[in-house]
């Protein structure tokens, strides 16, 4: 408890929302895919092997390299850097063939970033690596841990595992999410941690914001009430228990 609330105030966050993240992803992600045993084995498998991020033999960081990606050269932030990565597969990439190579509808993290369990998280924040790497220089800011390199997998996903080092990646991808909805799309959601563990869980937060500040753009425009966030399961579990969870700090 001492651990989530001394990270929660470095991120200028509720420490809920870090409870509610954890809660949420725990009660719906670990208890529907895994069991505890197979939890660890899951992560002494990676911890103890030499991992990759590759899809079909290509490592990510070649992959990169690749000419669509000419857009996000230059950019030094890791979560804009990463994201402008994230939004050029699903654009040219994404369920779609492209010099001979037939690439999945499905995620950039889920096809590039999880080699054994393809779309599983892990670890106390049940963080993705993708997530990681997009949050390392904010963590690195703010925290002063060491800065992730997407050529080197078992660090990262010792990271990810590690709870000491995954709770500061979680309270950066929540502040992620509170700043992009309050910029973008004009929205406070530092008090409703069922909103913040419903982006947590959805992700893309940036693009979400974007998209609902589009349709209250035209609801405007028409004289219509504008459209709120919404929380989903995820979100509603941890508002709904929000009382009792308040009670363990």
Known sequence: RAKIRKVAAAYDIDPMHIVGAIV???TYNVDAYDRLQTYYVKAMSYLS???TFAYEGEDVSD???RPQFQKCAGITDSYDLWECREQVWNHSFRGKTVGGTSFPNDR???TFFQPYYAGQTFGLGQLNPLTALQMSDLVHKVSGLPELDVNDPNTVYNTIMDPD???PYVAATIRKSI???NSIAGFDISHNPGLTATLYNVGNPEQRAYALEEENEKRRAAGEAE???EENYYGWLVND???ELKTLF
């Open 49 to 51: 092997s030499k991992l």
């Open 179 to 181: 700043d992009a909805y």
């Open 63 to 65: 992959f990169v390299e």
């Open 165 to 167: 080092l995954t709770l």
């Open 24 to 26: 949420g992803e725990h």
């Open 241 to 243: 228990k929000l009382d």
């Open 227 to 229: 459209k709120l966030p």
């Open 108 to 110: 950039f993290g889920a």
